[in-house]
């Protein structure tokens, strides 16, 4: 069985094949199509993708509430006055090491 040369391509809107030398060449041609033929499509494709990181950028997850339950656990004390607690500790650490002129 002899292998193709060529790399193939199919329009997923259209179902219209592209071929290429390369796949670089058959995604050239791929999009240069789906931008001529199916344009309204790839603009709301894009701004879809916008939405997504925006969606995905605006609602950050934060650790503390993640480990809350862990150090609850360890120490049997709540996790404020824990966190409370080593963060006072470690400014006194930062601050132990600069002197005053």
Request: proline share 4%; aromatic share 8%; hydrophobic share 40%.
């Amino acid at each position: 069985m002899v292998k193709s040369k060529f790399v193939y391509l199919k329009c997923s809107r259209c179902g219209k094949r592209f071929r290429g030398a390369t796949r670089t060449e058959a995604l050239e041609k791929l999009r240069k199509h789906l931008w001529k033929e199916h344009r309204d499509w790839m603009i709301a494709r894009i701004k879809a993708g916008i939405r997504k990181a925006k969606k995905k950028a605006g609602n950050p997850r934060i650790i503390g509430f993640l480990e809350a339950p862990l150090i609850e656990k360890i120490t049997g004390r709540p996790y404020e006055e824990v966190k409370a607690q080593v963060l006072d500790a470690f400014v006194r650490l930062l601050l132990s090491g600069i002197s005053r002129p």
